[in-house]
């Protein structure tokens, strides 16, 4: 018998060697209800079972019976992992106009600069450029 496979006794006498899995198992929000359904209907000592041939720890089914009674069906589906976004997508385009708009403040005044230069650069040359008034 190997020592990494699960021993699950059947109706005979033989024992059934189940291998473990080898990733982490998701369940669907119809799997965690029918689970969740089938647990509400076991009689005394069936539960057990149950969660052996499901192959869950009882925590998982409390949870679920929790988010079952607290969001209704809506909340059996599956959360993201770890923290919230701290922005969403609004944040992320807002930040991302903030950036251009600073990026073309610094041109302009670049821009506004050279200008300055040209006029001084002019005055000392003596050269005399037409100004156009607007009207």
């Known amino acids: 018998m ?5 021993v699950e006794q059947g109706s005979g006498s033989a024992a059934e060697v189940k291998a473990p899995p080898k990733t982490r198992r998701v369940f669907s929000p119809a799997e965690k209800l029918r689970i969740v359904r089938e647990a509400a209907a076991c009689g005394r000592g069936e539960l057990q079972e149950l969660l052996r041939r499901e192959g869950i720890y009882s925590s ?4 679920w019976r929790r988010s079952l009674e607290a969001h209704g069906v809506e909340g059996m589906t599956a959360r993201r992992r770890g923290r919230k976004a701290k922005y969403d ?4 385009r807002i930040q991302e106009l903030e950036k251009q708009l600073r990026t073309a403040r610094k041109e302009l005044e ?3 600069a050279m200008l300055e230069l040209q006029k001084k650069v002019s005055r000392l040359l003596g ?8 009207q």
């Open 110 to 112: 670049v821009q506004q």
């Open 127 to 134: 050269i005399e450029f037409p100004t156009s008034e607007k």
């Open 89 to 92: 997508a609004k944040d992320h």
């Open 2 to 6: 190997p020592k990494s496979g699960r």
């Open 60 to 63: 998982h089914l409390a949870a």
